[in-house]
T-cell receptor, first 116, second 113 residues
Framework: NAGVMQNPRHLVRRRGQEARLRCSPM?????VYWYRQLPEEGLKFMVY????????ESGMPKERFSAEFPKEGPSILRIQQVVRGDSAAYFC??????????????FGSGTQLSVL | EDQVTQSPEALRLQEGESSSLNCSYT??????LFWYRQDPGKGPEFLFT???AGEEKEKERLKATLTKKESFLHITAPKPEDSATYLC??????????????FGTGTLLAVQP
């Protein structure tokens, strides 16, 4: 019964390159959340997706960042033309149902992105 | 704006020395307050959900309580394996079509043998 799987665990990119972070939710979960954790800061919500739909992207930077959750395959967080300020730990979480008051999120182990 | 503040930022205890962590929150309408544990290099691991003032939940040496303005995580007779960062988060009842969590910055707990 695998949990939320993220890969890669560590990703190193040079400024200007693209970063692709992958997340496979827990079996049976169809809701995916992406969070970013900067050094000395709390986890910040970025985006909430269901299969083939972006439900809430209020936490996503307006430029260079995009996310998708296709019908088949993992959810992808894509960062174009990375800058040093993008260096952070990116966590994915999944849940079973949307809107339930007690629906806790299950988190993956994260991807640590380092921009040189 | 929804906000979560945790204190202290760091706490060092001797094994067996009980203490409490604080989480103060401001939210339009509380749907739920969550406690998570995070170990270095890992994602947050769910501990408790509290929904209304006066509610308490317990798990082994941990007990979480909730008032209208804050939550406490009480640690009784801690062991070194309780060392971790403890995160508090809230869900806003008026947060729209999402269950997004608003996190505090956490309390780093170190329990020395």
């Amino acid at each position: 019964n695998a949990g939320v799987m993220q890969n890669p665990r560590h990703l190193v990119r040079r400024r200007g390159q693209e970063a692709r972070l992958r997340c496979s939710p827990m079996k049976g979960h169809s809701h995916v959340y992406w969070y970013r954790q900067l050094p000395e800061e709390g986890l910040k919500f970025m985006v909430y997706l269901q299969k083939e739909n972006i439900i809430d992207e209020s936490g996503m930077p307006k430029e260079r960042f995009s996310a998708e959750f296709p019908k088949e395959g993992p959810s992808i967080l894509r960062i174009q033309q990375v800058v040093r300020g993008d260096s952070a730990a990116y966590f994915c979480a999944s849940s079973h149902r949307q809107g339930a008051a007690n629906e806790k999120l299950f988190f993956g182990s994260g991807t640590q992105l380092s921009v040189l | 704006e929804d906000q979560v503040t945790q204190s202290p930022e760091a706490l060092r205890l001797q094994e067996g020395e009980s203490s409490s962590l604080n989480c103060s929150y401001t939210v339009s309408g509380l749907r739920g307050l969550f406690w998570y544990r995070q170990d270095p290099g890992k994602g947050p691991e769910f501990l408790f959900t509290l929904y209304s003032a006066g509610e308490e939940k317990e798990k082994e040496r941990l007990k979480a309580t909730l008032t209208k303005k804050e939550s406490f995580l009480h640690i009784t007779a801690p062991k070194p394996e309780d060392s971790a960062t403890y995160l508090c988060a809230v869900q806003d009842r008026y947060g729209g079509a999402t269950n997004k969590l608003i996190f505090g910055t956490g309390t780093l707990l170190a329990v020395q043998p």
